[in-house]
């Protein structure tokens, strides 16, 4: 069975940052590209940024490039997003998604606030 | 505001039928055949429910299907059932944007 188990969500200030972690199991974890898309609260979906299979092809959504990188450790079978700088707007559940042009699997979903 | 646009609100009588529509661009939905559409009930994570415009995963009842014409896509729920009222949101590829999504219809069952 395959399962994303999301970890590392929590309260965070402005300006500070964030790493969340995605564990895959139940799946070749090295063969998928994967993705985080998040959700702001009573808001829809977004997707925030990609990352294939083996780390050569990224790509960050406008509203987070140059403040999150994405990376993964296929040995560990996880995928991370690192976060600095946040604001306000980036609170959020963040989502790990499994997929490239469609996500077919998707974790539980990580908190993240970000408030004073 | 969304990258491709759903009505906020859909509704039907269990046993109807419903379409959600789902508006881009020749960038995103008009120009590739990748979209999806995901079923999301409160609180919980979306569920692909349609990829590649038509095509079902396993496990997805058959009384779910898409279609696209031009730049807007559709998502038809045959059969209406109380279970299928949730929120369903439209996806495309959107090559150098990657993924875009639609602000998502909230699907009521009478």
């Known amino acids: 069975e395959v399962q994303l188990v999301e970890s590392g969500g929590g309260l965070v200030q402005p300006g500070g940052s964030l790493r969340l972690s995605c564990a895959g199991s139940?799946?070749?974890?090295?063969?998928?590209?994967m993705d985080w898309v998040r959700q702001a609260p009573g808001k829809g979906l977004e997707w925030v940024s990609y990352?294939?299979?083996?780390?050569?092809?990224?790509y960050y959504a406008d509203s987070v490039k140059g403040r999150f990188t994405i990376s993964r450790d296929n040995a560990k079978n996880s995928l991370y997003l690192q976060m600095n700088s946040l604001r306000a707007e980036d609170t959020a559940v963040y989502y790990c998604?499994?997929?490239?042009?469609?996500?077919?699997?998707w974790g539980q979903g990580a908190l993240v606030t970000v408030s004073s | 505001q969304s990258a491709l646009t759903q009505p906020p609100s859909a509704s039907g009588s269990p046993g109807q039928s419903v379409t959600i529509s789902c508006t881009g661009a020749?960038?995103?939905?008009?120009?590739?055949?990748?979209v999806s559409w995901y079923q999301q009930h409160p609180g919980k994570a979306p569920k692909l429910m349609i990829y590649?415009?038509?095509k079902r995963p396993s496990g997805v009842p058959d009384r779910f299907s898409g279609s696209k014409s031009g730049n807007t896509a559709s998502l038809t729920v045959s059969g209406l059932q109380a279970e299928d009222e949730a929120d369903y949101y439209c996806?495309?590829?959107?090559?150098?944007?990657?993924?875009?999504f639609g602000g998502g219809t909230k699907l009521t069952v009478l």
């Open positions: 998604a499994r997929g490239d042009f469609w996500a077919d699997y």
């Open positions: 996806s495309s590829y959107a090559g150098s944007n990657f993924w875009v």
């Open positions: 590649e415009v038509t």
């Open positions: 139940g799946f070749t974890f090295s063969s998928y590209s």
């Open positions: 020749s960038s995103d939905i008009g120009g590739y055949n990748y």
């Open positions: 990352i294939s299979g083996s780390s050569s092809t990224i």
